[in-house]
């Protein structure tokens, strides 16, 4: 158990504003320059759910500040503005990751740019893309896409400027909308549901009790391991004839012969961080991980075995779909009672104003801030051309997905979380097919891309958990409140700036362009070939949904059964195909130091753990800033 602070501290100062706007920007250029100008030599630090810039840069300031309390430690900073230094460049990571703007600035010039005669994208998209979300100019994306140009010409900018300030609206009324949502279910969450949040446990101990913590000698263990390892892996990138440690994922054949072919190549990987991170979750959750991730390879050799596989069985993201969407309805309805409630002070102002409720802003004030936001979002939409049935079906899927992480990393903490190509975008096609949705609809769901490729850089569980921290820390929740609004605000247009004025001065050919082929060609196939319903693949949502809710009764009736819901929702992934082995380790000896040690013994060597991510973090960030530094191609200590 972590010890709690006594004193409460503030987030919002004029100096913690000013120290995370600058830590939160440049740590915007440097996954700019790490996941889209090198991509298959980079950290990758938005796809895990613990950020390593995040815990880098929190590491640096707090070791400055110790240095502060000993030669001006009236110029320390308190727990509470660390926090929030924490907390924006946590925020500023997701929105500028994988999951979101990575992917907007590919989609808004990538169909006039790469329209040709033989995908006929001219007659067959261009009608449907709205004018104000992308830019059509050949000539002003030729320095786009080409380089050897600048942003700063008056065409350039007049181009970009209505495109920008749209989607920036848009994709902050989104961030809000999910700020208001965690306002209103953090107290169940944090307060009374008392859930464990083990992501944060780290970035904690390490502003709370950085003394403690570097003084153990068994995180210097865990940091000498993993660190070394990456070291050692390091030198023998750059010099070939030293030896090296394979931890990172390959694939090993086992089976070359039907039905135990389907298993495929069985990954493989050891990653200390993995490691490290899995030490934190409980371990009902970890044991299903690893024991689904099985269980999916199992439902391929059966499919296999009865000649399924032409069908589409076993019809994995469709399950693994419909248990994210169950995982939602089962925290919602674990809250229902607390929701009643909240609904009840929201709607009567005089009971409200007599319940004292310690939130950063009132419940009747953050259920307004969803409604405007919502609305704004709804306006959006239909405005683009959109349906009414279509956009408030998309959004009530697109938010139970997200509300489903937000809880899960809450309660479980999990290494990784990806969703790849699982959205409301593929659901609704197959669910009624795309004639049904009309070419409007279906544009939308492409420049809606990042929402819904993969949902493993999410800002909602960051959220979260940084509410979560003010109370571990006792900060002030009307600071943190003001701390993720200003950097919601700041974030979208610098990284716009700042990757626009990089492509135009090298060429985006270089950069994450992928992103639009992998949208708009859908979308081509969409008008060319009309998908036709798939009832196979819906009734597997169905059963997906199905089976998490029955998991989850069988955990609340029987206390011996292990499985965990969101362990079926998750294994099917591919996060879990790069983490599987990791946790089972990790699971592994969690088990037997509970069993022989105890609670206690578990406890003493959380730091070995924490010293295993810490050591990963360090040297791996290390190699990524010698790569840029140098222009050099360095060693990756995540995924390849």
């Not at 320095?143 to 920008?164: C, D, F, Q, T």
């Not at 780290?202 to 391991?225: A, H, S």
């Not at 197959?430 to 004639?435: D, F, M, N, Q, R």
């Not at 609670?599 to 295993?612: D, E, S, V, W």
């Amino acid at each position: 158990m972590l010890i709690e602070p006594k004193k409460s501290s503030p987030c919002f100062t004029p100096r913690s504003a000013i120290i995370g706007l600058l830590f939160s920007l440049l740590n915007i250029y440097w996954i700019v320059q790490v996941e889209t100008l090198v991509y298959w030599n980079a950290a990758h630090p938005t796809t895990i759910s613990l950020f390593s810039n995040a815990v880098f840069s929190l590491l640096l300031l707090v070791l400055f500040n110790l240095c502060l309390r000993y030669f001006a430690p009236h110029l320390q900073l308190s727990q509470g503005e660390l926090l929030a230094v924490y907390a924006m460049v946590c925020s500023a990571s997701a929105i500028s990751g994988h999951g979101m703007m990575q992917i907007v600035v590919s989609l808004i010039g990538h169909a006039f740019w790469y329209a040709s005669p033989e995908n006929d994208w001219q007659a067959l998209v261009f009608p449907y893309l709205p004018r104000w979300l992308t830019v059509a100019d050949k000539q002003v994306l030729s320095g786009y896409y080409e380089g050897r140009s600048s942003l700063y010409e008056i065409e350039h900018i007049k181009a970009w400027a209505v495109p920008v300030l749209s989607w920036s609206s848009f994709i902050f009324a989104l961030v809000f909308s999910m700020l208001c949502i965690n306002l209103l279910l953090r107290k169940q969450w944090v307060n009374i549901e008392k859930l464990s949040y083990p992501i944060v446990q780290l970035p904690y101990r390490i502003i709370t009790q950085p003394v403690e913590l570097f003084k153990n000698k068994y995180l210097w263990i865990g940091l000498t391991i993993a660190g070394g390892i990456d070291l050692l892996n390091g030198l023998s990138y750059l010099y070939p004839v030293l030896p090296s440690l394979p931890i990172k994922i390959h694939h090993v054949s086992i089976f070359e012969e039907k039905p135990w072919s389907a298993l495929g190549g069985i990954p493989v990987s050891f990653y200390p961080l993995v490691i490290g991170l899995a030490f934190l979750i409980p371990l009902d959750l970890s044991f299903s991980c690893w024991f689904f991730f099985w269980f999916w390879r199992m439902e391929r050799v059966l499919g296999s075995m009865m000649g399924w596989t032409q069908t589409g069985f076993p019809f994995l993201t469709e399950q693994a779909t419909g248990g994210y969407i169950a995982l939602c309805v089962i925290a919602l309805w674990a809250s229902r009672s607390y929701i009643k409630r909240i609904i009840q002070l929201a709607i009567n102002e005089k009971i409200e104003a007599k319940v004292n409720t310690q939130e950063a802003i009132s419940y009747r004030s953050a259920m307004l801030g969803l409604l405007i936001g919502l609305s704004f979002l709804l306006f959006f939409c239909y405005y683009a051309g959109m349906s009414i049935w279509v956009i408030t079906t998309f959004f009530t899927i697109y938010l139970a997905l997200e509300i489903s992480i937000t809880r899960m990393r809450a309660e479980l903490g999990t290494p990784v979380h990806d969703l790849h190509y699982a959205g409301p975008d593929i659901l609704l096609p197959k669910a009624i097919g795309t004639k049904a949705l009309g070419p409007r609809n279906l544009s939308m769901f492409s420049m809606f891309w990042f929402l819904n490729r993969a949902y493993y850089s999410d800002v909602m569980p960051h959220q979260l958990e940084a509410l979560k921290m003010v109370d571990m820390v006792k900060a002030d929740k009307k600071g943190i409140l003001s701390i993720l609004i200003l950097i919601s605000l700041v974030a979208v247009p610098f990284f716009f700036w700042l990757f626009l004025d990089v492509c135009y001065q090298t060429g985006m050919e270089k950069r994450v362009y992928w992103f639009g082929w992998e949208a708009y060609n859908r979308l081509g196939a969409w008008l060319t070939h009309p998908l036709e319903m798939d009832p196979s693949a819906t009734a597997f949502v169905g059963i997906g949904f199905l089976s998490t809710i029955g998991i989850a009764i069988m955990r609340s009736k029987f206390l011996w059964f292990v499985f965990h819901p969101a362990g079926y929702a998750i294994s099917n992934s591919w996060g879990m195909d790069v983490c599987w082995l990791p946790i089972f380790i990790s699971w592994a000896i969690k088990s037997l130091l509970l069993r022989r040690g105890g609670f206690k013994t578990y406890r003493r060597a959380i730091p070995l753990f924490m010293g295993l991510i810490l050591g990963e973090f360090i040297i791996g960030l290390l190699w990524s800033s010698i790569g840029l530094i140098f222009g050099l191609d360095t060693y990756v200590f995540w995924v390849y």
